[in-house]
Nanobody, 114 residues
Framework: VQLVESGGGLVQPGGSLRLSCEAS????????MSWYRQAPGKEREFVAD????????DYADSVKGRFTISRDNAKKTVYLQMNSLKPEDTAVYYC????????WGQGTQVTVSS
């Protein structure tokens, strides 16, 4: 089982990034997929999730209107489009798969700084 995140990096405030999480080793289309993040010295927090069919999404209040989660079940990939990024969005972003079992990715660093 693998969840491999990519797309992180350094971006200026107001900029955009698109994170990807490619899954393998389990039946991706049956799993709720989520993004979490963890800033230095803070606990890991929920960012967004999307149901197995890609029809229902939920977001943390702090990212509503700026971030969009989506998935492509054919590609076994979940995405997080992040717009209007703020310095407080700086964190390691993790992909999570939740179904019969729970799997986590290794994380990708997002740094928002001028």
């Amino acid at each position: 089982v693998q969840l491999v995140e990519s797309g992180g990096g350094l971006v200026q405030p107001g900029g955009s990034l698109r994170l990807s999480c490619e899954a393998s080793g389990f039946t991706f289309m049956r799993y709720l997929m989520s993004w979490y993040r963890q800033a230095p010295g803070k606990e890991r927090e929920f960012v967004a999730d999307i149901n197995s069919a890609g029809e229902i999404t939920d977001y943390a209040d702090s990212v509503k209107g700026r971030f969009t989660i989506s998935r492509d079940n054919a590609k076994k990939t979940v995405y997080l489009q992040m717009n209007s990024l703020k310095p407080e969005d700086t964190a390691v972003y993790y992909c999570k798969a939740q179904g019969i079992l729970i799997f986590w990715g290794q994380g990708t660093q997002v740094t928002v700084s001028s």
